[in-house]
């Protein structure tokens, strides 16, 4: 079954986007500026949908403003540079040093503006009254947003990813890809050629037929909740998945199979195609998400020829899961900086697991963690 994509890769490398850059930096101060002016009326729980909306829009205002200076100045920044970008996450949550995972590896690190991400959300229809969560999310958004740009020196910056990336690729030309990519998926797991719904809902009209016909290796890892769901079968995950969302009431398990698949495939190949358009590289740190990537990697790296990015990501991940928080914020944040100066950690073990021929398989993993472990902790003592 062969596929080809559309995508044209025409994008251009983020580069170095640390604390040195004044424009940057402005664009940073400014946008806090937009913040600070809400700020006592958010952490006062004073907030409606219509007040939330204009916040939204003055933010989505500032970055269109922005946006093209932002890219002038990205542009003409220092080559070869690893530029690290939190992906899968609504926010980077400094609040419990998370920020001490994202600086470990690469040269740059960015966090996609977590307002934008909320937008869709208070843009339907009584939301407010619905579901307290959203509220919750988004002052959680605003907080961590708030207290990168006031305390992090701009050493992590916030960017609007998504609108960046649309400079390269409209939405719709992404959404055109998402889809047509997300049919070829389905139709190599299930060993059937389906290109939309209908063909998907004609033949498989139930969840025993899906589930007689998919991949042992993939019904494995073709997990909806958390982990454990691998212990379950597909109806019941289908089942569990439908329980955990009311809003989706009595959809047969076959169109929330559909449903729960879409999800997580279609947000993990708009990562894939920001980080390819904008040539960073996703950390990607949900377990949940992370599996899909998996999933997803050797038909990507395959169709778009980005195996390296996808090696950078899956060490990243591993670094995530590996390295204790302990360990590496025994230092205050400037002392952990100054460490990890100059230091191409990322590169050193990307190099260390060519020069041993080892690849992220099962059996090699556990070396490739001591390799990990090995070059940070010279760095780090």
Known sequence: MNFQSGLKIHGKKIYNMGYNNELLNNIQKGYLEILLHYEERILNGELDN???????DEIEIYWCKNIERILFELNHQQENLEVIVLSGAMYLDIENDEHYYIKLLGDSHVVSDSMLKMANFFRIPNILESNDEYLRIFKKCFIDTVSI???????ILILPIEQLSSFYMSKEEKFAEIEKFYWFFISN?????????????????????????????????????????RELSLKDRCMKYKNNHPELGDIPLNKIFHIATYSYIAQNLDIIFNSVLLNVIPFIRHRVSFNYFLLLKDTLQDVLDIKEMIDKTMIINLMYNTISLEEITKYNYQEYLLLLEDKYILKNILDKISSKNLSFVVGEIKTIREIIIEEIETHIK
């Open 50 to 56: 219509i007040w939330i909306i204009k916040m939204i």
């Open 149 to 155: 740009l006031k305390s992090l020196d701009n050493s």
């Open 189 to 229: 797991i299930l060993e059937t050629e389906l290109l939309d719904k209908e063909r998907f809902d004609l033949l498989f009209n139930s969840i025993e037929t899906i589930e007689e016909r998919i991949k042992p290796f993939v019904l494995e890892n073709l997990i909806f909740d958390d982990i454990d769901d």
